[in-house]
Every structure is written in structure tokens, then in C-alpha cells.
């Protein structure tokens, strides 16, 4: 098993686009017209990130075997149309317990280098 608890990726940059937002918003039935909705943090915290993670084959994901069990964002403020944020990502925590692996995952999110948004997300992966 990889113990990669404390491994740091390199920072994305996402600009917030308009069409984008209106997608998505429309995707889960919010309103295209009233700006960014709370959970596109999942596209600017945790999916522009995570596919670090989850490529790095140090990581050892193994995804036949892979739960996403708990996801989490808390918000300084939450982001314009047009305003660019930058995430980064850390594993939190890679312990083994019960044949089970359990990986956090942490990204904060800044903007013009004030905090953002926070996220964390917990995968359980059978041994």
C-alpha cells in the first residue's frame, strides 16, 4: 500500500467562466442568472485538483475498489463570474485500518491570494 499522507500537488489555476457556470447551473437545476452556485466548488476545488491524485502513480488509487465517502466545503466567499482562483492540494491522511484504506483529501482554494474556499473529501478503498 502507498502511504501518501502529507503529499502536496501542484497548483491549478480556473478562471470562472460564464457559459460554464450557466451549464452547470442548469445541470442541477439552480438558476443560470444568479451567479456561481455553492457546489461548483466541485469544479474549481476538488475535480481541477484531485486528477492529480488520482493519476499519481505513487498514489496507488485503485479504482475498482474506490468509495468516495464524504465530501466537505466551506467557503470564505464564494467566487465571481470572471474572477480566476488558484487550488492546491494536499493528502491529509492515508492510514490502512481493517483491511480498508482511508485517504483524505484537502485543497484550498485562493483568489488574489486571500482564502477562498476550503475542501475535503475521504475515499475508502478495500485493501
Same mark, same amino acid.
Given at each position: 500500500?502507498?502511504?501518501?499522507?502529507?503529499? %502536496?500537488?501542484?497548483?491549478?489555476?480556473?478562471? +470562472?467562466?460564464?457559459?460554464?457556470?450557466? /451549464? #452547470? /447551473?442548469?445541470? +442541477?437545476?439552480?438558476?443560470?442568472? $444568479?451567479?456561481?452556485?455553492?457546489?461548483?466548488?466541485?469544479?474549481? $476545488?476538488? #475535480?481541477?485538483?484531485?486528477?492529480?491524485?488520482?493519476?499519481?502513480?505513487?498514489?496507488? +488509487?485503485? #479504482? @475498482?475498489?474506490?468509495?468516495? %465517502?464524504?465530501?466537505? #466545503? @466551506?467557503?470564505?466567499?464564494?467566487?465571481? =463570474?470572471?474572477?480566476? =482562483?488558484?487550488? %492546491?492540494?494536499?493528502?491529509?491522511?492515508?492510514?490502512?485500518?481493517?483491511?480498508?484504506?482511508?485517504?483524505?483529501?484537502? @485543497?484550498?482554494?485562493?483568489?488574489?491570494?486571500? $482564502?477562498?474556499?476550503?475542501?475535503?473529501?475521504?475515499? =475508502? +478503498?478495500?485493501?
Amino acid at each position: 500500500m502507498s502511504t501518501a499522507a502529507g503529499k %502536496s500537488y501542484p497548483r491549478v489555476e480556473t478562471t +470562472i467562466e460564464r457559459e460554464h457556470v450557466r /451549464a #452547470f /447551473a442548469r445541470a +442541477i437545476g439552480a438558476d443560470p442568472d $444568479a451567479g456561481v452556485p455553492p457546489t461548483y466548488a466541485a469544479v474549481y $476545488a476538488l #475535480f481541477s485538483t484531485a486528477v492529480q491524485l488520482f493519476s499519481d502513480p505513487e498514489a496507488a +488509487i485503485d #479504482f @475498482t475498489h474506490l468509495l468516495h %465517502s464524504e465530501q466537505e #466545503f @466551506t467557503w470564505t466567499r464564494h467566487p465571481e =463570474v470572471g474572477e480566476t =482562483v488558484v487550488a %492546491s492540494g494536499t493528502v491529509e491522511e492515508d492510514a490502512e485500518r481493517r483491511n480498508l484504506r482511508f485517504l483524505t483529501y484537502a @485543497t484550498g482554494v485562493t483568489s488574489q491570494g486571500e $482564502a477562498l474556499c476550503e475542501s475535503r473529501m475521504v475515499n =475508502v +478503498i478495500r485493501g
